[in-house]
């Protein structure tokens, strides 16, 4: 095997050897470090496999008769159980004789008592596969009981972020999950990511590993048909705050320290030139199609188009990451008052994408100086023209963007609208503190001072 150093001498040998002119002299640059940086080098980008189209869904059946199933544990929620999509599901398991049981308890903005109830269906089963059919929350509570079921021993927190749970790596081998979201808006369907309101501390915290990621995401637009006016619009801003944060993460060259393995880099990465297209292309979906989308339900395009996005934007948060808006939204939904929203039943709650994106103006004013061209870019692609502007004006630009989005799809006026108030502000920052792997992803490092004046100036934007 050749030596560390005669690969070093090599490289330097080239180096000098390299052609000096000025049309390649750049080129032949080559540097060469000896030691290991203190700061990442490198990111992956990994994700499920993706599969879209108009009545997709059809499909599930002969994949996993494809995978060898022979028992398949279905999860959805009270409401996606009685709609087309599921019964489009079901019909293909029973056309290609697949045993499944179904299980249609999952919480919308699961809890950690809702992920246990799912995960004690699944292990009270004989399953060899998993099918989540419904939106994030259905993702989420799936990924988690595959987990669990595959890690009977394991107790509960052993898996979760730290500083909540330990933060284990998984190491046991899970069983295959395809994915196949009804909304438009978590991603969750190409991600490692599983999230849940931790009700100890009032705030959401989750699971992050690549073994999570559905094997396959069945992305079909046929569904998006029966999302109501404010899912949509909730649901779109996700992809809103997604496609941003990833944009303007901390680069992946400037996150540390380096793995000591690279099975240990970690699932959010910071951005690169991969993950930066997927939230081109999101930004730009977003201008041409979301009011189409929330005004014009039948729009098979528009609605199409969302859906796709939101699966880009998945990949992108899944390699990228998100930051502020998600690690500010975490505490705004955990300690939800008495607010209802349309279309949500009955029962208190803050959509998470209601939650994130109410944060969103303050958050890219605050961090705009670290690329303020990225976020003029970022502005330009929402539709705003941005000829004449200044580097200094790119966190207005982009936060003035935002809220004009915000205003057409008729978000209230703040954290107030919602029920908060400055005596909250306190304990909406001790929920936002232990969601240190968001908040370091971050283009900006931040004191509690700081998250403490974005929330302030979140309480009204208008």
Known sequence: MVSRKRVFDLFRTMNVASCQCPAHSHTGNIQVLNSTPSKDYAFEIKCSTVRYGLGVTREVGLDLLNLGAKNVCVMTDPNVVSLSPMKA???SLTKNKVNYKVYDKVKVEPSDSSFKD????AKEGDFDSFVAIGGGSVMDTCKAANL????PNAEFLDYVNQPVGKGKPVKVQL?????IPTTSGTGSETTGMSIFDYEEINAKTGIAHTSLRPILALID???TLTVPRNVAIYSGFDIFCHALESFTAIPYT???PVPENPALRPVYQGSNPISDVWSRFCLQALRKYFNRSVNNPDDIEARSSMHLAATMAGVGIGNAGVHLCHGLAYPIAGNVKEFVPADYGTDPIIPHGLSVTMTAPAVFRFTSVSDPDKHLEAAELLGSNISGKKQ??????????ILEYMEKMSIGNGLSSLGYTSEDIPKLVKGALPQKRLLQIAPIQQSEDDLTKLLEDSLTIY
């Open 254 to 256: 400037e996150r540390g």
């Open 118 to 121: 799912a995960i004690k269906f």
């Open 175 to 179: 069983k295959p999950l395809i994915a």
């Open 89 to 91: 599901v079901l019909d």
């Open 392 to 401: 200094v004006d790119a966190g207005k630009v982009l936060a003035d963007t």
């Open 221 to 223: 637009p046929l569904h």
């Open 148 to 151: 669990y079921y595959c890690d």
